[in-house]
Structure formats: structure tokens, C-alpha cells
């Protein structure tokens, strides 16, 4: 299976809980909070479980909470897909 790329991410943010018109997802996002793109807790947290779904995995929900930048998600997404495969 390919990785989870920062595409993958921001796709699923925007249908799993929208996207604020003040932010650019197009943009280099990786190192931004999540806080800054407008994502809370609830948001990320919809999108965890639609990637656990999505790609068969079980994200921890301590590494998660800890993951503040989409950076962070997709380094803890790309171990579980390793772990995975």
C-alpha cells in the first residue's frame, strides 16, 4: 500500500469536518496546528476514525491527542500503516 501523504489528509479533513474559507489546505500546512487550520478535537477526531476505517488500521488514542500538526497525524498514520502491511 502507498503512504498516507498530506493530500490524503487534507481530503479527508475537508469531507470529515470542512474547511475554514480563512485557511489555504493547498498550502504547506504540515508544520501549521491543527488549531491554526481551525480543526478542534471533534474534527480530528471524526478524521481519525475514518482513516482507522478507511485503511484498516487502529490509530492510539494517546499518540492522536498528541499529534498537533498534520505533520504529527502523518507520521503516526504512516508507523500503523507499517505496522500494517
Avoid at 8 to 31: K, M, P, S
Avoid at 62 to 69: L, P, Q, R
Wanted: net charge negative.
Amino acid at each position: 500500500m502507498a503512504g498516507f501523504t498530506v493530500e490524503d489528509l487534507t481530503r479527508l479533513l475537508r469531507e470529515c469536518a470542512g474547511e475554514d474559507e480563512d485557511v489555504d489546505l493547498d498550502g504547506d500546512i504540515v508544520n501549521v496546528t491543527f488549531e491554526e487550520l481551525g480543526y478542534d478535537s471533534l474534527a480530528l477526531f471524526n478524521t481519525v476514525s475514518r482513516i482507522e476505517r478507511d485503511h484498516g488500521v487502529t490509530l492510539d488514542d494517546d499518540i492522536v491527542t498528541n499529534a498537533k500538526t498534520p505533520g504529527d497525524l502523518l507520521r503516526v498514520v504512516g508507523t500503523a500503516l507499517g505496522r500494517s502491511a
